[in-house]
């Protein structure tokens, strides 16, 4: 079989999977070819359609019992078995815990190169996919381009937009493909101590640093989340040394994208600030007029959160949005 030239995304998450569908089309178009979705699992076959709806041409779908969970032996070996048939020019997949691991050995396994952590992603006058990959904690953005093919990309999520469903064909094609062994068995699983919900989806995050003096404190800032419909979020220190948190946003926690994000108490140091700006509006509160949050925020208020917060809070009870 010779070179077809598509576009593939994959990704066993469902809205990131979405939202490489929505970039997935528009390098397609711009290439003038075709854009297909893998669909890996076990009773999958209903979501194919889906998928076309959000703008894939066609699916190649693997339906398989022993594919229900993930396993990096068998989906590798899946990946690679469509990609070495079919050939694709693109490959998106999705930079998760799974996503990642899984692209880097594909990209060994097909001997191309892969560019992970892709924020943007465009085509440049060779038809080549440059991927875009912020570097030096936030403070640069490298421009990576491929010398190999099939060029294998990583998403994160929240990278690109989820585009809408339309009304529109496409084709489901079937495969059987030899899956490989997994070389490793999962034991056990259970669930994380981890808050119940994803602070990367919240539209609002009111988040609290060192600044905070005790554990209890957490509940001004839990107040005004209530409000304004947000989530609580914080500095690594909080959950690392004080273990007041399991998670933290910034360079080696989560990466935000809220609507409004509201710093209590937050220095603002590179690696906390590389997970937050992406952020359309940034509201600093610090003591500090020289803390370093005030370069980065798009308002901000010198003054101690034990004061600020509470004022706010009562100021939104009274005139709620
Ligand atoms: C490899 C590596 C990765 C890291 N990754 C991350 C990461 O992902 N996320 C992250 O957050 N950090 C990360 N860090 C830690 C980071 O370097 C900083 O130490 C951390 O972000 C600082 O947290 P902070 O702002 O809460 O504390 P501080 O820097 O101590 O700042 C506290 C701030 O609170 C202000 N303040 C004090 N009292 C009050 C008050 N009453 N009212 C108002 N303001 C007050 C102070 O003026 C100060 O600016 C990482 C570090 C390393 C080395």
């Known amino acids: 079989m010779g070179e077809n030239k598509e576009v593939w995304v994959f990704s066993e998450k469902y809205n990131l999977r979405l939202e490489m569908i929505g970039k997935g089309r528009e390098i397609a178009d711009r290439l003038q070819t075709e854009l297909a979705a893998v669909l890996v699992g076990s009773n999958v076959q209903e979501k194919s359609n889906e998928l076309i709806k959000y703008g894939v041409d066609k699916v190649y779908l693997i339906d398989n019992p022993t594919l229900e969970r993930f396993q990096a032996e068998a989906y590798l070996s899946v990946l690679h078995d469509l990609a070495a048939n079919y050939k694709p020019d693109i490959l998106l997949i999705g930079s998760t815990k799974n996503g990642k691991p899984l692209a880097a050995r594909l990209a060994t396994r097909l001997e191309t190169g892969c560019i992970p952590d892709c924020a943007g992603l465009s085509v440049d006058e060779k038809g080549r996919l440059i991927g875009e990959r912020i570097t030096y904690g936030g403070n640069a953005v490298a421009k990576v381009t491929f010398r190999s ?69 957490k509940a001004l800032l839990e107040e005004l989340a209530k409000i304004v419909d947000g989530q609580v979020g914080n500095t690594r220190p909080l959950a690392e040394d004080r273990k007041w948190f399991t998670e933290w946003v910034g360079l080696s926690g989560h990466k935000v994208k809220p609507k409004l994000y509201i710093a209590c108490g937050i220095s603002g140091v590179i690696q906390h600030v590389a997970g937050i700006r992406d952020s359309k509006v940034i509201v600093a509160i610090n003591s500090d007029p020289e803390a370093p949050i005030f370069e980065v925020a798009d308002y901000g208020v010198v003054g101690d959160l034990y004061e600020i917060l509470p004022a706010l809070t009562k100021a939104l009870k009274k005139h709620p949005q």
């Not at 079937?174 to 068995?185: A, C, G, N």
């Not at 101590?193 to 640093?209: D, K, L, R």
Request: aromatic share 2%; with cysteine.
């Open 149 to 217: 093919k099939p060029q294998i990309a990583t998403i994160p999520a929240r990278a690109f937009e989820k585009p809408e469903p339309q009304d529109r064909k496409g084709e489901v094609i079937k495969l059987d493909v030899k899956i490989e062994e997994p070389k490793t068995e999962v034991v056990e699983t259970k669930p994380l101590e981890t808050s119940s919900v994803n602070i990367e989806e919240a539209e609002v995050i009111v988040s609290c640093g060192r600044g905070l003096q005790k554990k209890e404190d």
